[in-house]
């Protein structure tokens, strides 16, 4: 094999050969015995074949910190740390707890580990395949484009299949252990009931190819924008969170908070992201940067999502608020004919919104009311020119039937 650093190539195979010794001298000292899975590989043609494979993962975690002060871990994060590529590992724990050697541990040396041993089927030491998973590692440090990948879970939301919402985002279902493989400690930064409750299975999970001098994505920006879509689609009780976790080329990388609006759940009843709505909020996950250049509209976002979580008169507040940045003084009027195609609802309509510029309390409808016309506004694509529609339909030289569809 070619060997891009001859240097850290023999300090990490030091520190997994020497593991490796230290581990099987602790089941021999101990009398342990490694205990094993059995698992059967059935064939279209032939027997049906049985595989004891040991789990080595719980024995080596059980062991972390003996592992980590070991001479031979100390020389490995010596040379770790002359590479420059190691240290993109370090700077993702910057000032979050760990030091930046205990995250070059846990993310390069022990997963090697870890991966080495499964590779293996325990602490039989077998020269290609440590050559194989190091050349992993190598292709990850030292490559052009590395594979970040961010995982949130979710709650309030179920789907039956998995959920595109763009390049590279999607809802799924979690797949059972893929957290707590990379983090033991994932289950204790688990919505309560996750995995066992059917509006608590499923995960977000932003996929991007980065470059190697390239920061990774800003993924709590970009998993609270996802929330924010679906909320607006579905009208769903929908959190992310309370943390999201981050793989680099399938190494664990980072565990970092979602944004507060996101990973609070707001009041409501859970909802199933069906295949209509599903392509609506990847439309509007994929309109939310006009937000960007249009401050009205920005703000309307803002304070409807406040809304969620408010109780009248707040609420009622923030939802005036929002109706005046999106339509402006007149939105009583406005809203109306934007929302309600029929008479008698337009009229209904407008004497919700009536009362609620008048200072009156939120209603569920009114509420519901600012969604659907963030709704139409983000897909319409400018607010102003939607704004001058609306106007021209009240004078009757006009329509807004064409806007009706997307609410």
């Given at each position: 094999?070619?060997?891009?650093s001859?240097?850290?190539?023999?300090a990490?195979?030091?520190?997994?050969?020497?593991?490796?010794?230290?581990?099987?001298?602790?089941l021999?000292?101990?009398?342990?015995?490694?205990?094993?899975?059995?698992?059967?590989?059935?064939?279209?043609?032939?027997?049906?074949?049985?595989?004891?494979?040991?789990?080595?993962?719980g024995?080596?975690?059980?062991?972390?910190?003996?592992?980590?002060?070991?001479?031979?871990?100390?020389i490995?994060?010596?040379?770790?740390?002359?590479?420059?590529?190691?240290?993109?590992?370090?700077?993702?724990?910057?000032?979050?707890?760990?030091?930046?050697?205990?995250?070059?541990?846990?993310?390069?040396?022990?997963?090697?580990?870890?991966r080495?041993?499964?590779?293996?089927?325990?602490?039989?030491?077998?020269?290609?395949?440590?050559?194989?998973?190091?050349?992993?590692?190598?292709?990850?440090?030292?490559?052009?484009r590395?594979?970040?990948?961010?995982?949130?879970?979710?709650?309030?939301?179920?789907?039956?299949?998995?959920?595109?919402?763009g390049?590279?985002?999607?809802?799924?279902?979690?797949?059972?252990?893929?957290?707590?493989?990379h983090?033991?400690?994932?289950g204790?930064?688990?919505?309560?009931?996750?995995?066992?409750?059917?509006?608590?299975?499923?995960?977000?999970?932003?996929?991007?190819?980065?470059?190697?001098?390239?920061?990774?994505?800003?993924?709590?920006?970009?998993?609270?924008?996802?929330?924010?879509?679906?909320?607006?689609?579905?009208?769903?009780?929908?959190?992310?969170?309370?943390?999201?976790?981050?793989?680099?080329?399938?190494?664990?990388?980072?565990i970092?908070?979602?944004?507060?609006?996101?990973?609070?759940?707001?009041?409501?009843?859970?909802?199933?992201?069906?295949?209509?709505?599903?392509?609506?909020?990847?439309d509007?996950?994929?309109?939310?940067?006009?937000?960007?250049?249009?401050?009205?509209?920005?703000?309307?976002?803002?304070?409807?999502?406040?809304?969620?979580?408010?109780?009248?008169?707040?609420?009622?507040e923030?939802?005036?608020?929002?109706?005046?940045?999106?339509?402006?003084?007149?939105?009583?009027?406005?809203a109306?004919?934007?929302?309600?195609?029929?008479?008698?609802?337009?009229?209904?309509?407008?004497?919700?919104?009536?009362?609620?510029?008048?200072?009156?309390?939120?209603?569920?409808?009114?509420?519901?009311?600012?969604?659907?016309?963030?709704?139409?506004?983000?897909?319409h694509?400018?607010?102003?020119?939607?704004?001058?529609?609306?106007?021209?339909?009240?004078?009757?030289?006009?329509?807004?039937?064409?806007?009706?569809?997307?609410?």
């Amino acid at each position: 094999m070619t060997v891009r650093s001859p240097h850290l190539h023999h300090a990490l195979r030091s520190f997994v050969l020497g593991a490796f010794a230290y581990l099987l001298r602790e089941l021999d000292e101990t009398g342990t015995t490694l205990p094993f899975a059995f698992e059967e590989h059935g064939q279209r043609r032939g027997p049906t074949l049985y595989e004891y494979r040991p789990l080595v993962t719980g024995f080596i975690e059980e062991r972390e910190g003996l592992l980590r002060s070991r001479e031979d871990a100390l020389i490995a994060l010596e040379e770790l740390r002359r590479e420059p590529a190691a240290a993109i590992y370090a700077r993702a724990h910057a000032g979050s707890g760990p030091s930046s050697d205990d995250a070059l541990f846990r993310t390069v040396l022990f997963d090697l580990l870890l991966r080495t041993a499964e590779a293996c089927g325990g602490f039989d030491w077998d020269d290609e395949t440590f050559d194989r998973v190091y050349t992993e590692l190598e292709r990850s440090l030292f490559g052009e484009r590395r594979t970040y990948v961010a995982v949130a879970p979710l709650v309030g939301l179920s789907v039956g299949v998995a959920v595109d919402l763009g390049p590279g985002i999607r809802l799924r279902a979690a797949a059972e252990g893929e957290l707590a493989r990379h983090w033991p400690e994932a289950g204790g930064l688990l919505p309560q009931g996750f995995g066992r409750e059917p509006d608590r299975y499923c995960v977000a999970e932003l996929r991007r190819a980065v470059g190697g001098d390239e920061d990774v994505p800003d993924a709590p920006a970009e998993i609270a924008d996802v929330v924010s879509s679906v909320r607006l689609a579905t009208a769903a009780p929908l959190a992310a969170g309370p943390v999201l976790f981050e793989t680099l080329d399938g190494r664990p990388y980072g565990i970092r908070p979602v944004l507060p609006i996101a990973a609070t759940q707001p009041p409501g009843e859970p909802t199933r992201l069906d295949s209509f709505r599903g392509p609506l909020a990847a439309d509007l996950l994929a309109r939310l940067v006009l937000a960007d250049a249009d401050t009205p509209l920005a703000e309307a976002l803002d304070r409807w999502e406040l809304s969620l979580f408010q109780h009248d008169p707040f609420r009622a507040e923030q939802l005036r608020a929002a109706f005046s940045a999106l339509l402006g003084a007149t939105w009583p009027l406005r809203a109306s004919v934007l929302l309600e195609d029929e008479a008698t609802a337009r009229e209904q309509m407008h004497a919700d919104l009536a009362a609620l510029a008048a200072g009156g309390g939120g209603t569920t409808g009114s509420a519901d009311a600012v969604r659907r016309a963030l709704v139409v506004a983000l897909r319409h694509g400018d607010r102003e020119s939607l704004v001058r529609d609306l106007d021209r339909a009240l004078l009757g030289v006009g329509s807004t039937r064409a806007l009706y569809a997307a609410v």
